[in-house]
């Protein structure tokens, strides 16, 4: 018998934040029509895709001013272009309102760690995945707000996903689009650090 186990991610959290980013400038599988990959192309080398292997389609950020949650759909994703990759993370972890500096820290730092991970994970294994994503769900409430639960990251979304045993290089798409997450968690790990005014 065959079975898919679910789980619901943001149960461990209070209030999630969530956001989900498209991994890979390469968005089409080898069986692709010539259609679609002439599509799949087309929407990578319009979007941050093909330049930075990464893409935000989207994120839920709760507003605690208006106790409600504020959601960013794929149009945005989009519509930025590379320059704008920090501040639509900063839209996702947003400094004012939700948590102190400190709490803000601990969530970059938990990110950056797990990303971290999986990267080191990617280089090592025997597999191409096309158009999978990255998960990140971090806790935007201060008052239940747990160290050891900050965030979550997880990699998600293996329908095109194939394993490649013969083949001793790693995914480089989808490495790129890790990477290039890296360095905006790095540079804002230096912003929150060195110019935030709370």
Known sequence: MQAIVLENLTDYFSIPNICDIKLGKILYD???TEEKRERMIKSAMDTTSYSTGMRFTGFKVWNSKTESYET???EYGK???????QEALRKFIPTPHTLTLEQLKLVVSSILK?????????????????????LIVHEADSED???E??????????AHTRLTPDDSL?????LLGINTL????????DYINEEVDY
């Open 30 to 32: 080898d069986d692709a």
């Open 72 to 74: 960013t759909g794929k």
């Open 79 to 85: 519509s930025i272009k590379s320059h704008e990759l």
């Open 114 to 134: 797990q990303v971290q991970e999986i990267r080191d994970a990617v280089k090592i294994m025997p597999f191409r995945a096309i158009s999978s994503s990255l």
């Open 145 to 147: 707000f747990l160290e």
């Open 149 to 158: 639960q900050a965030a979550m990251v997880k990699l998600i979304d293996f």
């Open 170 to 174: 790693p995914d480089t798409n989808i």
């Open 182 to 189: 890296i360095d905006l968690l790095y540079s804002y790990n």
